[in-house]
T-cell receptor
Framework: AQSVTQLGSHVSVSEGALVLLRCNYS??????LFWYVQYPNQGLQLLLK??????LVKGINGFEAEFKKSETSFHLTKPSAHMSDAAEYFC????????????FGTGTRLQVFP | DAGITQSPRYKITETGRQVTLMCHQT?????MFWYRQDLGHGLRLIYY???????DKGEVPDGYVVSRSKTENFPLTLESATRSQTSVYFC??????????FGEGSRLTVL
């Protein structure tokens, strides 16, 4: 069975500071990994995904994530936070070629202070 | 307009009443999903559908019924609503092995 653990339900950073949102996964097969963002009163939008190939994945809005198999991690980073990054972020995992069954983490709410 | 739409966006009902949440997508995606979002649980899959007339249970299907007579519609029915079904419900659609696209959510309160 697959699972995802997001460490920290709330993360606060100052504008311009590094953003680091943590995600660890458990999977018996090589996983596909995703980060979604949810702005207030909206649905989820895909930020980035890892399927195969390069382990450093770049997404929208300056976010990137690195797949580290040895650490079973897929942490999301952004070098410099912007006020507009304030949102809830969800990590998700699926089996390869089976992205219709995503398992979501519990989410991390990012606050950005001026 | 193209996209995925949910209705109603907000609904208040009473325990024991039947409620139907509607979901409509214009992309002709084969897959459609219903998730519920609760604090501390993230998103949990209720039901999904791989094509018209094909549906399957997700992680938390009890108390819910779905149908998919047409590719573009995937209604979710709570036959007898309970307070534990107070939640935000998200519909999503996706092509096979493709990205999920989410609706804006339906906030349901059961009194």
């Amino acid at each position: 069975a697959q699972s995802v653990t997001q460490l920290g339900s709330h993360v606060s950073v100052s504008e311009g500071a590094l953003v680091l949102l943590r995600c660890n996964y458990s999977s018996s097969v090589p996983p596909y990994l995703f980060w979604y963002v949810q702005y207030p009163n909206q649905g989820l939008q895909l930020l980035l995904k890892y399927t195969t190939g390069a382990t450093l994945v770049k997404g929208i809005n300056g976010f990137e994530a690195e797949f580290k198999k040895s650490e079973t991690s897929f942490h999301l980073t952004k070098p410099s936070a912007h006020m507009s990054d304030a949102a809830e972020y969800f990590c998700a995992v699926s089996e390869p070629y089976n992205t219709d069954k995503l398992i979501f983490g519990t989410g991390t709410r990012l606050q950005v202070f001026p | 307009d193209a996209g995925i739409t949910q209705s109603p966006r907000y609904k208040i009902t009473e325990t024991g009443r039947q409620v139907t949440l509607m979901c409509h997508q214009t992309w002709s995606h084969s897959y459609m999903f219903w998730y519920r979002q609760d604090l501390g649980h993230g998103l949990r899959l209720i039901y999904y559908s791989a094509a018209a007339d094909i549906t399957d249970k997700g992680e938390v299907p009890d108390g819910y019924v779905v149908s998919r007579s047409k590719t573009e519609n995937f209604p979710l029915t709570l036959e007898s609503a309970t307070r534990s079904q107070t939640s935000v419900y998200f519909c999503a659609s996706a092509p096979a092995n493709g990205e999920l696209f989410f609706g804006e959510g339906s906030r349901l309160t059961v009194l």
